[in-house]
């Protein structure tokens, strides 16, 4: 036998990020199925370079602002990788607010 499956074609055309709900009814008179649907859209750029210039043995702080332009607020665990970077582990960001993540940097030589 043939498949039962048919296919029912969305389009959907965010205008910036955000996490976006959508419910739809299917209504027959023998049947209702109700689809939840979810999208998660990111930034266009989300990726960015910092360069540090100091001397050994000194300490440099880089505020990375954080902004939340979705309807949920962020929870981040920020993992750091490389020699003499410090950060917090954590960091929240409310819905709409704009948190600096403090990166520092502390080479223990040339």
């Known amino acids: 036998g043939g498949s039962d499956a048919v296919e029912f074609p969305i389009k959907f055309t965010p205008k910036k990020p955000g996490c976006y709900h959508c419910q739809i009814i299917l209504k027959s008179s023998y ?47 920020a993992i750091l990788e490389g020699q003499g970077f410090h950060g917090p582990p954590v960091i929240n960001v409310p819905v709409g607010g704009t948190v600096p993540y403090p990166l520092t940097f502390k080479p223990i030589a040339e």
């Open 31 to 77: 049947d209702i199925r109700v689809y939840e649907i979810e999208c998660v859209v990111n930034a266009d750029q989300a990726d960015a370079q910092l360069e540090f210039l100091i001397p050994a043995y000194q300490t440099v702080t880089q505020e990375i602002p954080i902004s939340n332009l979705s309807n949920e607020d962020w929870r981040f665990e």
